[in-house]
């Protein structure tokens, strides 16, 4: 079974940076695609970053987070972290991990999923 679950999220001010972690356990990574999404309220669930699990150079970022964010993961713990830095208001989301065996920029498409931590930017 399929777990994802994510810590680290928080209040930060504006310009501030935080840490995300995603512990994924009960399937091979290996084979999947990690993805991070974000959802601010009233909004879309949105792509932020995502890379297959054996190609991490070949990572993706949302156009609203390249150069702030940094996607990474550790091999032998099998987890996942997305590094915000200059983090700005509209940041503010409810950040979720997910993964799937295919990469879509829809978050519909992904079958997998964290239950979320919430990122607050405010000064």
């Known amino acids: 079974q399929v777990q994802l679950v994510e810590s680290g999220g928080g209040l930060v001010q504006p310009g501030g940076s935080l840490r995300l972690s995603c512990a994924a356990s009960g399937f091979v990574v290996d084979y999947f695609v990690i993805g991070w999404f974000r959802q601010a309220p009233g909004k879309d669930r949105i792509l932020v970053a995502a890379f297959p699990w054996t190609g991490i150079t070949r990572t993706v970022y949302a156009d609203s987070v390249k150069d702030r964010f940094v996607m990474s993961r550790d091999f032998v713990k099998r987890e996942v972290y997305l590094e915000m830095n200059n983090l700005k208001i509209e940041d503010t989301a409810v950040y979720f991990c997910?993964?799937?065996?295919?990469?879509?920029?829809?978050?519909?498409?992904?079958?997998?999923w964290g239950q979320g931590t919430q990122v607050t930017v405010s000064s």
């Open positions: 997910a993964a799937d065996q295919s990469f879509s920029n829809s978050s519909s498409a992904w079958r997998n």
